[in-house]
């Protein structure tokens, strides 16, 4: 009679000492540390500023959205800590997936790479939802007229049939993806430097229009708003997630890695801070425009003209945030495939471009109809509750290999192990239990057929189980 699979069969994982030997499946290394940290502050300054502060601001935290915002940068600083770990220590496409697969086996390592492939995707959606919306602010400003049809999802509004500016957003951020690491990376670096451009100016120029009585009260909601904003806005404060699933495209991804997801986690909860402290200072929090609340902003003050040019560079400056999530999804995507976890079809790279081409086509239809025809509300219910539990795994697996492989080569070291991710660990937990029923309800079904799928397909196909890699023996017990 066969015995039945032991826990260290069914928890298989990658060796880490030979996970550096898998063949790059055609990924062309070309990204230097300051592209690198340019796609991560790409990632992390986006929606957040041009969109979510005000939203929130409005709606939830009042004036402590600032308060919201480092809430969230706490949790996120933490998780961060543990990525650059792993990132210098594993620098392989697929970021908290492979983590996982490697550290806490096969199963944990599939359902984070599942859960990220929905959230990522569904992340661009809300992203080009968003940078539609100040596409609609900056027409109207220049009085143009376009068929209402073509403004917005079904249901958002009389005669709405499908938002046509962010599905087609979709479809040019997965144009420019297949184009080559090298030209991506190239435009991504452009686009970025005139985001934080804007947000400079943003920042110099409300500053002189403060008035502090708009600060009070400065708690409107109570603190528990301002920890409800938090779980809003904390899918604003990561994408260094994202951008360390291009490690296998880094020339040296185990000393820039580290060093480009902290720095980039810093440039942007700077910039983070001092734009609330901007936004809630010159415009009372009630009066804040959900939608585009600096371009608002500065029209209230009397400057409709630095308003046009926010919004302009809010369209430009997102895309950025689109770019950097269409490359994680198409990269765990890839990542899973070529350890047989999906279809080896998808990893299949282009001869001469070195990228993924079949997965970012299909990745960029995917977001475009989510983005066409969901409504924003409805869109960004499929996001956050994945990337937390992916800062729950990373933070939990970097204390484990810490402990079970304590002498492994680092090039860079969590401080105080294990408070660090243990606070990450925490905080992640924390806002998760702010999130709304329906996104636990979604996140059930994806789960549910992510388990069919493997169970049904994965696990016999694996490369793990055909015998193309060694199982490590030193597993769970």
Known sequence: MPASPTMREIFRRKPIELIDDEPSGGLQRALGLWQLTAIGVGGIIGAGIFALAGAVA?????????????IAGIASAAAALSYAEFAGL?????SAYTYGFAVLGEPVGWFIGWDLLLEYTAIVAVVAIGISGYISFL?????????????????????????LFAA???????????????????????????????????????AFYIKNGNYSPYFPFGFGGAVTGASTVFFAVFGYDAMSTAAEESVDAKRHLPKAILISLAISMVLYVLVCLVLTGMQKYTEINPKSGLSSAFESVGLPGLGSLIAAGAIVGIMTVLFTFMLGVTRIWFSMSRDGLLPQWFAKTHPTRHVPTRITWIAGIISALIAGFLPIGEAAELTNIGILLAFVVVCAAVIVLRYRQPDLPRTFRAPFMPIVPLVGIGFSIWLITYLKPETWGRFAVWFAIGLVIYLGYSRRHSLLARGGEQTDSSTVS
Not at 90 to 94: D, E, H, M, Q, V
Not at 140 to 150: A, F, G, K, N
Not at 171 to 178: K, P, Q, S, W
Request: charged share 15%; glycine share 10%; aromatic share 4%.
């Open 168 to 206: 087609l957003l979709c479809l040019l951020i997965a144009f420019l993806l297949t184009r080559g690491i090298k030209a991506a990376a190239r435009f991504e670096t452009i686009v970025v430097g005139i985001k934080v451009v804007v947000v400079l100016i943003v920042i110099v120029a409300g």
């Open 139 to 163: 027409l109207e400003q220049l009085d143009i007229t376009l068929p209402v049809w073509m403004l917005g999802a079904p249901n958002t509004g009389a005669g709405h049939k499908v938002d």
């Open 58 to 70: 409005n709606e939830t935290a009042g004036p402590a959205v600032l308060i919201s915002f480092i």
């Open 90 to 94: 594993i620098p392989k496409a697929g």
